[in-house]
């Protein structure tokens, strides 16, 4: 390997990955953005090549798979997988959520993991990395599936998982009805109440702000990004991708700091409301989706506004740009369309929402970007705040935890423009997560031994 040469460098290691973990297309992707980034530093700091640090840090600490029987109202019997990959734990407890969604592999919940290693790296607070889930589909299911299915998943999970050893929460799929269930199971099997799983309901256990902290922590470090051009939300107009937990609470924020949001969508087309969507447009979107459990479109039928099936929200012109719906939904074209519409900051709410080469057109035209790990780190961020809480057997006020949240954003924002800055001056959001998270992490590991 020449060691002098960080494209060099940077292509050995990925041929490695590629070589060790074929076919993992969207973990090949996550760590080639976080290798490329680091290869200069890593050059410059020989000490953590020599101990294969980055090599140990893509090798998951453990990977978990196990089946998941459960029956459905009719009485026929149902048979998922469950995963729960378990990265790093240099700097804590493995922390991350779980996915419920069809299209889940080993190779997404590896990238999730990977990057949730860096994410609760930068909130400076003591987690590890984990991600986790099923191939399970909630859409369609009743209440009592959900819950069956929830009992059968935690059963065997539970072996797996504790307040000191790895503790889950929600991702796309699981919000607060399928926590409350997994809960109970925990709670019954092991005859404990703690804080094993965070997103729990507000009167036992959870923390406020928890549910709004993903959605208010992106549109924080939008507004940091805007601050620090001299430049704010106000009188923006903001497209938003999704329409689930992170979108919801995206839309409040931006409304709350004067813009205005103008898209929703799922994974069945886009919404695209030019008079913006406004307090109580939200409001019948959170029960739209939350309760009844509806489609996007009903929004469209609902306020008579423009309805895109099977599209999404990037062809519409916008100042800010919050995807916050899955990963790779910005593809190359369309960000070649919200950079030519004028698009001047994309903050990803979601984990990875651009592909590779979407990522390097922002980069390259030099508009802000704050990658995934910065940017939606404020929903780990409030887990972590609540695993506290539980440890205390406290509750915060939410004035409390919210300005807890806006000083982690605010610090990870200056981590990144700490570690970011390019000779022109241009703040490269994804290298100076990439290098502030890693440091941290690949320090502790150092400091812990070969293990
Ligand atoms: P939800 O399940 O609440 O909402 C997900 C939304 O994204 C839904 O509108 C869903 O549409 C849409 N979506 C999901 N998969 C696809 C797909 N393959 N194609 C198109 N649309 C899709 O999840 P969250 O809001 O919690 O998560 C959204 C993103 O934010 C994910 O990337 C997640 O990893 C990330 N994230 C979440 C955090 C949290 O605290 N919840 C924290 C940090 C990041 P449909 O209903 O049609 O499936
Ligand atoms: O991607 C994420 O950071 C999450 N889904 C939240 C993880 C957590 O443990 O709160």
Known sequence: MNKKDPKQFTEDFM??????????????????????????????????NQLKILERMTEPERVIMFRVPWTDDSGNIHINRGYRVEMNSAIGPYKGGLRFHPSVNLSIYKFLAFEQVLKNSLTSLPMGGAKGGSDFDPKNKSDNE??????????????????????????????????????????????EFSGVLTGKGIGWGGSLIRPESTGYGTVYFAEEMLNRKSDSIRGKTVTISGSG??????????????????????????????????????????????????????????????????????????????????????????????????????????????????????????ILFAPGKAANAGGVAVSGLEMTQNSMRLSWTREEVDKKLKTIMRDIHHMCVAQGKEKDGYINYVKGANIAGFVKVANAMIAQGLV
């Open 15 to 48: 041929s490695g990955i590629i070589a060790r973990n074929p076919g993992e297309v969207e973990f090949h992707q996550a760590v080639l953005e976080v290798i490329e980034t680091l290869s200069e530093f890593m050059i410059r700091n020989p000490r953590y």
């Open 146 to 191: 959900v819950m069956s299915f929830c009992q059968s998943f935690m059963t065997e999970l539970s072996r797996h998982i504790g307040p000191y050893t790895d503790v889950p929460a929600g991702d796309i799929g699981v919000g607060g009805r399928e926590i409350g269930y997994m809960f109970g199971q925990y709670k019954r099997l092991r005859n």
């Open 245 to 366: 937990n992170v979108a919801q609470f995206a839309v409040e924020e931006v409304l709350d700091l004067g813009g205005k949001p103008v898209s929703l969508s799922d994974s069945n087309g886009t919404i695209y409301d030019k008079d913006g969507i406004d307090g109580e447009k939200l409001e019948y979107v959170k029960f739209l989706k939350n309760v009844c459990r509806g489609r996007i479109y009903e929004y469209a039928e609902k306020y008579g506004v423009e309805y895109y099936e099977n599209k999404r929200p990037w062809s519409i012109p916008c100042d800010v740009a919050l995807p916050c719906a899955t990963q790779n939904e910005i593809n190359s074209e369309e960000a070649d369309i919200l950079i030519k519409n004028g698009c001047i900051a994309v903050a990803e709410g979601a984990n990875m929402p651009s592909t590779y080469e979407a990522e390097h057109k922002f980069l390259d035209a030099k």
